[in-house]
């Protein structure tokens, strides 16, 4: 099984789940998110991902979405995921947003490495706009 693993700065990770069961739900059971608490050491996070992961087999593999690249829950998913002889096979990406992560869970299991690293970067950059209220209106005067 090919697991989506969302790692973040505090809630986010937890809320970016919920938010995902809305627009994918059938796929849920194969995400894990796992969020570094505020004042929380990076031992006592080790084990919570460890915790979080320990039903993996080694057969399973893994997609990871982070908040931050470099950031300390990404390092520390990262150390766990070596530890488990996870690492080198695991697709990593940085800058979740939930298109990214809709995409991520749709694609996961019918696309290989490159081609969902492919997939997946678009969605998530195509996110990242302005939006304009007077122009959502005048299209909306438009339907009438």
């Known amino acids: 099984m090919k697991y989506l ?4 700065h505090g809630g986010f990770a937890a809320g970016l789940k919920t938010s995902l069961a809305m ?5 849920i059971e194969q995400v894990i998110a796992v969020g570094l608490k505020n004042d929380e050491t990076v031992a006592r996070f080790s084990d ?3 915790e979080a992961l320990k039903f993996l087999k080694p057969e399973d593999s893994v ?11 990404l390092t520390t998913l990262c ?6 002889g996870k690492l080198d ?6 800058g979740m947003n939930l298109p990214m992560a809709i995409t991520t869970a ?8 490159d081609a969902l690293v492919q997939a997946v970067l678009p969605e998530a950059k195509a996110a990242v706009q302005q939006f ?13």
């Open 5 to 8: 693993i969302l790692v973040s």
């Open 79 to 84: 150390s766990v995921l070596d530890e488990m």
């Open 63 to 73: 997609v990871v979405l982070a908040d931050i690249v470099g950031g300390s829950p």
């Open 89 to 94: 096979d695991a697709i990593i990406l940085g």
């Open 106 to 113: 749709v694609m996961k299991d019918s696309l290989e490495k």
């Open 48 to 50: 919570d991902v460890r």
């Open 23 to 27: 627009f994918a739900g059938d796929k």
């Open 132 to 144: 304009s209220a007077a122009e959502t209106e005048d299209e909306d005067d438009d339907e009438i």
